[in-house]
Nanobody, 118 residues
Framework: QVQLVESGGGLVQPGGSLRLSCAAS????????MAWYRQAPGKQRALVAVITSGDRTNYADSVKGRFIISRDNAKNTVYLQMNSLEPEDTAVYYC????????????WGQGTQVTVSS
C-alpha cells in the first residue's frame, strides 16, 4: 500500500519560513519524481516544485528564489523549504510521486495546510 504523509504545515507570519516534509512508503522512492503542488481556496491545484530521481529541480515562477525542494532517498522523504512566505502562498500543499516511465502510477498525499497571515 502506497502512502505519502505530509507534515510541517501551519500558521506563519509574512516573511517567515516553514519546511514541509513528505514521507513515502510502498514505492521504490529513489526512482520516482517527487513534487509539491498547492491548492488555494477557489483555485485549481498547481505545481509548486518538482525534483527528479537525478535531483533535477524545477519551480513555479511565483516561488523561484524563495522555495527549495530536496529529497533524502535514505529516508524516503522529500522536503520543501519555504522562505520569505507571502499571504499568496496560503494553500493546502500536496505531495506527489510519479513513476518516471509509467506516469499512470501517480500518488498523492492527504495535504497539509499552510497559512501565511499576520
Amino acid at each position: 500500500q502506497v502512502q505519502l504523509v505530509e507534515s510541517g504545515g501551519g500558521l506563519v507570519q509574512p516573511g517567515g519560513s516553514l519546511r514541509l516534509s513528505c514521507a513515502a512508503s510502498g514505492i521504490a522512492f529513489s526512482i520516482y519524481a517527487m513534487a509539491w503542488y498547492r491548492q488555494a481556496p477557489g483555485k485549481q491545484r498547481a505545481l509548486v516544485a518538482v525534483i527528479t530521481s537525478g535531483d533535477r529541480t524545477n519551480y513555479a515562477d511565483s516561488v523561484k528564489g524563495r522555495f527549495i525542494i530536496s529529497r533524502d532517498n535514505a529516508k524516503n522523504t522529500v522536503y520543501l523549504q519555504m522562505n520569505s512566505l507571502e499571504p499568496e502562498d496560503t494553500a493546502v500543499y500536496y505531495c506527489n510521486a510519479e513513476h518516471p516511465t509509467f506516469p499512470r502510477y501517480q500518488y498523492w498525499g492527504q495535504g497539509t495546510q499552510v497559512t501565511v497571515s499576520s
